[in-house]
């Protein structure tokens, strides 16, 4: 297994684990009860694996996913500049 990210925001890691899981991509978050039990401080994060021969789609389809969301953001931040 190969890490593909880390976070300690719960939503980021259920839609990438929801992503991955779509496109027939087998993931693992790690660290997890470490990260309940250390509570509300956020400092540890949790990994998300894949295994190595899905690391690079899983990769693209992460990044691609990611921009995608951010894309319409900067599009409306644009339209409202017109006004």
């Known amino acids: 297994m190969r890490e ?3 976070s300690n925001d719960p939503i980021r890691l259920s839609f990438l684990t929801s992503l991955l899981s779509e496109a027939g991509i087998e993931s693992v ?4 009860h470490t990260s309940i039990v250390q509570g509300s401080l956020n400092m ?7 295994a190595e021969q ?3 789609r899983a990769t693209r389809l992460m990044r691609d996913a990611e921009a995608a969301i ?4 900067s599009a ?8």
């Open 4 to 6: 593909l990210t880390r």
């Open 29 to 32: 978050i790690l660290d997890s």
């Open 44 to 50: 540890l994060e949790q990994r998300l694996m894949v």
């Open 54 to 56: 899905d690391l690079s």
């Open 70 to 73: 951010l894309q319409p953001v």
């Open 76 to 83: 409306a931040e644009d339209a409202g500049d017109e006004d």
